[in-house]
């Protein structure tokens, strides 16, 4: 029976062995626990371990070959991370040395037994003999057979016989791996059982020897990796059942989670090198277009990997395991492209989070092997995993909503790089894709100038004979990226100015989207078509946009002339959905170039070209109304609002199938719906055989030949898509109220305000908080001018815009600009009816219970009687004076324009009711649905005698809720607002006026800084003949707004309305200033934002008539006649924006 140190200094030699301390002084220890070198064990062990000595010599030669092979086998950086190379072979001066240990344990006695041959063919491989190697190993039985190989140990005893090893495996044991369930259970001195008993090292013997023949079939047959590949299928279920057995382990409650490497460092060498290799030839020879798996295919092999990696340290072979990185974030970029989407989804529906989890690791490797460059060096590794990175945020669908993780890794990438146009590019692009356009312009001039920077270096250095033979072409972009990058910065520079409220700031940005596409021209190789029609399209937007925020009348007609110019030769040049788009839109414009039915063929045309993009289908309709064709634009807006909801719907590619009508019109009749499938995936039937790697290559192909080529545009995230949607519903309805009456639209309203609560985004909050969350009262607050931010407001180039000149002037279609920065005393509409008929334009106060003034929006005249006449002081600072006077007026446009029958219109209390389809909270419901339930009289009392019940107690303020809402909710909320705002005008051009009150209320409470709810407030007042409180609406959004263009028309019309004889000099004096104040507002409102709206022309013509300024009367309303006669069912670019 074996004695005590007999067991202790067998399990310390197996501990040493499977730990693979072969360079360690102190390996092992003796049973009191002190340390015990290499040479001091083995003759420790062939003392008290008689009978072994040739078990000794074994690791003793093992430990020898290991040394030996110690700086080949730790990583190191390769120029060929995928070669086989080296690896596990000696060089030539140390041959001699390993020879002699080959020779030694031929000699040994015991050469035939099974532990020797495997160590012996170790050598045979090291040594470059990779035929002796195989040989070797087919004459060993069971070489799979853990169990077998701990047993082959017994037959090593000088006497020749069979002997039971201390704490060794029965021989009874049947398992080929053995068990590790008991890997944490110890042994003598703390050696874990399975080491103890010799399995471990049985294990690290069998993978070592799949390995070294998988390794000897690469060298010696080198043009047919599938034989290299077979001999490491058998490691897979060895390996498998290793890190199934841990993981069940670690599962088991109260098992904490030690670490593993450094007693089984061998093992896991051995593992890495064979999954490795295997991954490397797999990745070669695996098609990625086959749905079906086998037991060892590539996903398997890169799973057990990832299983297995769990249990390593960062600064394991970091170089060796980033290229399986890389490979594996290869195979899921490929994939998307090699595998129909539909079949994707089912098969690895959460694919992009495996990626971003292998990335994060890639990450963490990098840190470890890479470091701040040195001058005159580049980061590659680091530039090449952002690269990376972008591929697979493309691979997903390159959103916008989740290009935060791609973000995040591109700002630590900037810490192991320095002034990286590579990341300074991905970063402009997704900043801009994800919303955050500030951020978007910095990196972009960060990116411009690292270039021109290099590339003006390069050429200097070329002119020094010192560095003329050096290459320096990599420290800067190439002309095609340059180019495209810069197009991109240029449209997006245009859209930002667009979007600018300081007039120098616009005008600035918009400069500087000129210089960038000059600079984009400077770099452009004419030879490539579809990039020369990418620098015409960002020329053609730049001047449309500079055309506008310069507000010039003098250089407006020559920018827009440039602008078709230039869009028209992109077309000539290489035809995009893009450009067809922004040509119809400029030939919308008035002007010389004016041209309808021109405009719709190029809209059909980006129709044709893209059919996925809704913009291109919202804007064929809007022409085709314009022009009369009614049954057309119907048609066009329902394929286009079909296809865009099952995009919301489906997140999927909406020309996958086609919307069909009962008209039988579908959307093969303008476009083919299978020209972008989802991805930029085709079509099944034309996929090839699709490999990771390429055959016969040493080296993993750079990551950017996976970025797919740059767009025309971000594309759009989920809440765009709604607001396109939402746009063309608008639209609709705008279109069915223009062909079929006022009197058929409430029910479709209905279902737009249903459709609106089922498909909104997420942050949009529709708790009506400054009513139902009972805020503090307005008496309370300040009412006076300076109350109002002097943050400057937004543009007004999406503003809604007057455009029923056969009604009331109405601006029915509001557009969605971006929240304004202003914070403005809110309307809450809440006043009855018969006050406000009882009321005189001064009128008095309204009482409210107590006696006390109730201070709501309708009735913002009582707070402060002065601000009237403030707001005149302004608004007159602007005006030219010296203007003479006309007498003439026209009756040509004016027809139905000024006071129409909508100013007394009759009183109908039968609207449908939004709020029930809206509301989440019935006891949340305001005062002014609350008087449409309880009575039809009770409108007519005092909003503060009604017993509102008190809403449901309010949760605990979020910390995060003190913050103010961001960008997105608040465009959000502009949405609904507007919404209610179009309602309002409905209802009043239906005469419901109580429900106008109670929409323009409902408007407002969602966003208080919209200026066009007092725009709507002020059409309501004038709606029941109180044009006082009507001018102060319209002066208060011009507060917001200054450059909004319906409340100023409003404005200068009341300014403009005849009114009862004046009996005194000082009456006439004040109608006379009124007249030149409107002169002036409408004089250069229609140099500016207003200079396409037939209205502004029309008033402005009205006014010079009451100055008897004939010449420039006729002139005016020939201008307006112009704009008039192609006015369609809404302004085009308030639905679908100055461009994409």
């Known amino acids: 029976m074996a004695n005590a140190k007999e067991k202790h200094y067998w399990s310390q030699l197996r501990a040493a062995l499977t730990s693979g301390s072969w360079d360690v002084h102190s390996p092992a220890q003796v049973p009191k626990g002190g340390p015990l070198s290499w040479s001091e064990m083995l003759r ?57 240990g080959y020779a030694t344990l031929r000699s040994l006695r015991t050469a035939e037994k099974d532990p020797v041959k495997l160590c012996l063919a170790y050598y045979a491989f090291a040594l470059g003999r990779p035929s002796e190697c195989l040989s070797i190993l087919e004459t060993v039985k069971e070489l799979t057979d853990v169990s077998t190989r701990v047993l082959s140990y017994n037959t090593m005893h000088e006497d020749g016989g069979s002997l039971q090893l201390p704490d060794s495996v029965a021989s009874s044991s049947t398992s080929r791996t053995g068990s590790f369930v008991s890997v944490w259970t110890t042994g003598s001195a703390g050696t874990p059982a399975e080491i103890a008993d010799g399995r471990s090292w049985g294990m690290i013997e069998a993978v070592r020897s799949i390995t070294l023949q998988g390794m000897s079939q690469e060298l010696l047959s080198p043009g047919s990796p599938e034989k290299a590949f077979s001999a490491y299928a058998p490691v897979v279920p060895l390996i498998t059942a290793v890190v199934g057995e841990l993981q069940s382990y670690f599962n088991t409650p109260g098992n904490a989670l030690a670490p593993t490497f450094p007693k089984y460092r061998e093992l896991w060498r051995w593992t890495e090198r064979a999954l490795r290799r295997a991954i490397i030839l797999a990745a070669q020879l695996c098609d990625l277009s086959k749905v079906e798996e086998d037991e060892y295919s590539l996903w398997t092999l890169f799973d057990l990997y990832r299983a297995c990696s769990a249990h390593w340290p960062p600064t394991f072979r970091p170089h060796l395991r980033s290229s399986i990185a890389i490979i594996q974030s290869r195979a899921f970029v490929l994939r998307t492209d090699a595998i129909p989407s539909d079949i994707l989804k089912a098969k690895a529906p959460r694919w992009i989070i495996s990626a971003r ?59 192991l790089t320095f002034n990286s146009f590579r990341i300074y ?24 100038q690292v270039v021109s920077k290099a590339r003006q270096a390069a050429t200097s250095g070329n002119d020094n004979e010192e560095t003329s033979g050096v290459d320096t072409s990599s420290d800067f972009d190439t002309d095609r990226q340059w180019v495209q990058t810069l197009v991109q910065g240029s449209r997006l520079l245009s859209r930002v100015a667009l979007e600018e409220s300081d007039y120098g700031k616009r005008v600035d940005l918009a400069r500087e989207a000129g210089e960038t596409v000059q600079k984009a021209k400077s770099r452009l190789d004419p030879e490539d078509t579809g990039l020369v029609a990418s620098v015409h399209l960002a020329e053609g937007v730049w001047y449309s946009v500079t055309a506008y925020v310069e507000q010039d009348p003098r250089t ?61 289908w919202h804007l064929l309709g809007l022409l085709l109304a314009a022009v009369g064709d009614w049954k057309a634009a119907k048609s066009v807006l329902e394929i286009g609002i079909g296809l865009v ?59 950017a030949t996976l970025l797919k080529p740059v767009e025309d545009r971000p594309r759009p995230t989920h809440q765009e898509r709604f607001e396109y949607a939402l746009q063309m519903r608008m639209s609709q309805l705008a279109l069915t109220e223009y062909v079929d009456g006022v009197e058929n639209v409430s029910e479709k309203w209905l279902d737009v305000f249903a459709w609106f609560r089922e498909k909104r985004p997420a942050s949009l909050d529709d708790q009506r908080k400054s009513i139902d969350g009972r805020r503090p009262s307005q008496d309370t607050r300040q009412t006076d001018a300076a109350s109002f931010s002097a943050q400057p407001p937004r543009a007004s180039f999406s503003a809604a815009r007057p455009e029923e000149a056969t009604n009331d002037m109405l601006s029915d279609d509001h557009s969605v600009p971006t929240p304004i920065p202003i914070t403005v005393t809110p309307a809450t509409p809440g006043v009855s009816q018969e006050d406000y008929r009882a009321s005189s334009p001064i009128s008095s106060p309204i009482n409210g219970t107590n006696g006390e003034k109730r201070s709501t929006s309708l009735d913002e005249k009582d707070r402060d009687a002065s601000r009237g006449k403030k707001v005149r002081n302004v608004l007159k600072s602007g005006v030219h004076k010296g203007q ?29 009711d939004f709020h029930s389809v809206l509301g989440h909270i019935p006891l949340q419901a305001s005062s002014i649905h609350l008087r449409q339930y309880q009575s039809i009289h009770a409108s ?36 609904l607002s507007d919404l209610w705002l179009m309602s309002a005008a409905i209802f009043r051009r239906q005469g419901k006026i109580e429900q106008v009150r109670g929409a323009i209320q409902e408007a407002e409470v969602r966003d208080e800084d919209n200026p066009n709810v007092w725009v709507q407030l002020g059409l309501y007042h004038i709606a029941v ?85 004939r010449d420039r009367e006729r002139e005016c309303l020939n201008i307006a006649l112009t704009l008039s006669q192609t006015r369609g069912v809404r302004d085009i670019t308030t639905a679908v924006g100055w461009g994409l």
């Open 556 to 616: 407006r007609t020559e920018r827009l002339t440039r602008s078709i110019e230039s869009l028209i030769t992109a077309i000539g040049t290489f035809p995009t959905a893009s450009a067809h788009h922004h040509l119809a839109l400029a030939l919308t414009r008035p002007g010389p170039t004016k041209d309808f039915q021109e405009a719709i063929q190029h809209a059909r045309s980006a129709v044709e070209l893209d059919s996925a993009e809704p913009r291109h």
């Open 645 to 703: 909801e099952a995009e919301l719907v489906e997140e999927g590619d909406p020309g996958d199938s086609a919307v069909v009508r009962d008209d039988g019109l579908n959307i093969q009749d303008f476009a083919r719906s299978q020209l972008h499938p989802a991805n930029g995936s085709a079509d099944v039937s034309t996929r090839g055989c699709e490999h990771i790697l390429p055959r016969d290559v040493s080296d993993i192909p750079p990551s």
């Open 425 to 448: 590019r991905h970063m402009s692009r997704l900043f801009s894709a994800s919303g955050d356009r500030e951020l978007a312009m910095r990196t972009l001039r960060l990116y411009i």
């Open 1025 to 1109: 003949s109180d044009h006082y409180r009507a001018s102060e609406a319209f002066r208060k959004a011009l507060f917001i707004n200054p450059d909004h263009v319906p409340a100023t028309i409003y404005l200068c019309q009341i300014y403009l309305t005849p009114k009862t004889s004046s009996s005194t000099q000082e009456e006439k004096k004040a109608d006379e200033q009124q007249v030149d104040l409107a002169a002036g507002l409408l004089s250069d409102l229609t140099n500016g934002p207003g200079w396409d709206v037939p209205e502004a022309w029309y008033y402005l013509a009205k006014a010079y008539k009451l100055q008897g300024r």
């Open 884 to 912: 003479a006077r006309m007498v003439t007026i026209s009756k040509k446009i004016g027809h139905g324009v000024g006071r129409s029958a909508s100013l007394n219109l009759k009183r109908i209390n039968s609207a449908p």
């Open 44 to 100: 420790k062990f062939n003392k008290h371990c008689q009978g072994y000595s040739d078990v000794a010599e074994l690791a003793s030669q093992t430990q020898a070959i290991s040394l030996l092979l110690i700086a080949q086998d730790e990583d190191k950086p390769s120029k060929s991370p995928i070669a086989f190379g080296e690896e596990c072979t000696l060089p030539q001066e140390r041959v001699e040395e390993a020879t002699a």
């Open 940 to 975: 007519q009392q005092d909003l503060a005698l009604l017993e509102v019940p008190p809403p449901p107690r309010a949760p605990s303020p979020d910390p995060a809720s003190k913050h103010p809402p961001n960008t997105r909710s608040s465009h959000d909320a502009r949405l």
């Open 357 to 415: 989890s292998v990335l994060q690791e890639f990450r963490s490797l990098l840190n470890v092997c890479t470091h701040f460059p040195r001058a005159g060096e580049r980061n590659s590794p680091v530039e090449d995993f952002v690269d990376l990175c972008v591929a697979v945020w493309e691979a997903d669908g390159a959103v916008g909503e989740q290009a935060g993780w791609v973000i995040d890794l591109l700002w630590w990438a900037t810490r």
